[in-house]
């Protein structure tokens, strides 16, 4: 969780290019994270074809953005939906 927002701080507040394994691998260092084993992990041809297998998973169950959740098929995007994705999980659904 930690890293998810310091990434998202870095992306959204930083202007910082998060896409690039130099600038993922400092914004984990920044956290307490091993700078060289985030580099090896975004290298690593495993976690590449993980990385696409995810991704194409994603567009295909029609995720548009980031946060995006899925509650019992029921679809919620944005950080400000988390309250409505607890409200779910606690009541059942509408």
């Known amino acids: 969780e930690a890293a998810v927002l310091a990434l998202y701080r870095a992306y959204m507040v930083e ?7 130099e600038v993922t691998a400092d914004v984990a260092a920044s956290i307490g994270l091993d700078r060289q084993k985030v580099l090896d992990v975004i290298a690593d041809p495993v976690m590449k074809e993980r990385l696409k ?23 919620f995007w ?6 409505h994705v607890e409200e ?6 509408w």
């Open 15 to 21: 202007d910082r290019d998060i896409s690039s394994p």
């Open 53 to 75: 297998t995810e991704t194409e998973a994603a567009i295909q169950r029609g995720v548009c953005g980031s946060p995006y959740m899925i509650a019992d098929g029921e679809p």
């Open 88 to 93: 779910w999980l606690a009541t059942g659904g």
């Open 78 to 83: 944005g950080a400000d939906r988390v309250e």
